[in-house]
């Protein structure tokens, strides 16, 4: 709440979110038991169910995403290993340099195109001979949604038959790939094809307050079960929160294009204000250039108003569950007024 006692209109984050009632009443009526054991029945459940609905054999509930995928990573890759990773991507830029830190795995990071993904030529160039001066190359990892960008489905295919010809295995940062999929009008199995592992955020776009889910073959997840234990993720009643991410996956897919409009929206009436420049939006994340000089005005004004962003000279601004229509209306008539009154 703000100081007008009303809910923040919080354009910081789609991690952001908060539980609805009903999703609270599906975390109330959860059966549980010590998923440690694998004995809570709604973590099983959510697990069989993002499986069957991703395509994969098995799936693994842990606490976050960064959690996920450094399981993922551990488990493609030994020490001494490497993989193959884009500068921007999450797991080599906003993870702590945990592969490297607790998996003793070496990140190739390799330059993103303006679109997100990373050249074929460049995957090629990067991957090392066998020779003893070099780490062992083991896997390319990919993001989906990348800053907001969709990857093109033919570059999906194209990377992940390139890698696993060459020897690599894949990996999916899918964080926001349900963005991805109702982008393209697929499903979610489509989006996810060619990858041999995909970590999955609940907590995000999806609206369920804590987890991600791991899907890859059933090996794959055993072993990373071993991971996540060390990592300190096994949990014990957690299906109070698997309830949440399970309701999230059945009920907060496809309403993922309201967020899509409402981005749409909001940068088309902000790209109108003379001295902003703003990036076009393909889901629910874009870009806004804005003068040094107006930053912490404008970021106070808008505070006043009741509106929450990371306002900067280039500025994240992010849509999702908790910003109706109404709401990105109010947005604009913020920039508006400020950037007239600003200009005078
Ligand atoms: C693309 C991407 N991958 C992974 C993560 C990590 O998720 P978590 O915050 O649950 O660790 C995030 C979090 O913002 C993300 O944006």
């Known amino acids: 709440m703000n100081d007008k ?48 609905l991703f395509g994969h054999e098995a799936g693994l509930f842990a606490p976050s995403g960064t959690q996920t995928n450094l399981i993922a990573l551990m488990n493609h890759c030994g020490r001494g290993d490497e993989y193959l990773v884009g500068q921007e991507a999450h797991t080599y830029k906003y993870e702590g340099g945990g592969a490297a830190v607790l998996g003793s795995i070496q990140p190739q990071p390799i330059a993103n195109q303006p679109d997100g993904s990373i050249a074929l030529a460049d995957i090629g160039a ?32 194209a ?49 369920a307050p804590v987890g991600s889910v791991l899907l890859g073959p059933k090996a794959f997840i055993e072993q990373g079960k071993r991971w996540r234990k060390m990592l300190g993720g096994g949990m014990r009643q957690a ?18 294009a309201e967020d899509h409009e409402n981005a749409a929206y909001l940068a088309a009436a902000l790209a109108g204000i ?24 404008l970021r106070e004004t808008l505070a006043r108003q009741g ?15 908790g910003v109706s229509t109404g709401d990105a209306k109010k947005v604009v008539d913020a920039f508006k007024g400020f950037f007239k009154d600003w200009r005078n």
């Open 239 to 256: 299906g109070v929160i698997a309830a949440a991410a399970h309701y999230a996956l059945e009920h907060n897919v496809a309403r993922l």
């Open 126 to 157: 990067y991957i090392k001979p066998d020779d003893m001066h070099f780490a062992r190359t083991r896997l390319l990892a990919l993001e989906n949604t990348i800053g907001g960008r969709v990857l093109p489905q033919d570059y999906i295919k």
């Open 307 to 321: 509106i929450r962003a990371s306002i900067g000279p280039q500025t994240r601004l992010v849509t999702h569950l």
């Open 159 to 207: 990377a992940t038959d390139f890698a696993h010809a060459k020897g690599l295995a894949t990996h999916l940062d899918g964080a926001r790939i349900c963005n991805a999929a109702v982008k393209n009008g697929i499903t979610l199995r489509e989006a996810v094809a060619g990858f041999d592992t995909v970590s999955v955020c609940l907590s995000k776009g999806l609206g």
């Open 274 to 297: 003379d001295g902003l420049k703003v990036t076009t939006p393909q889901t629910n994340i874009f870009y806004v250039e804005i003068p040094e000089a107006a930053c912490a005005p």
């Open 5 to 52: 006692n009303t809910p923040w209109i919080d354009l910081r984050s789609d991690t952001v979110t908060l539980p609805s009632e009903a999703m609270r009443a599906a975390m109330a009526a959860a059966p549980v038991g010590d998923d440690v054991y694998a004995d809570d029945p709604t973590v099983n459940r959510l697990q069989d169910f993002a499986a069957e």
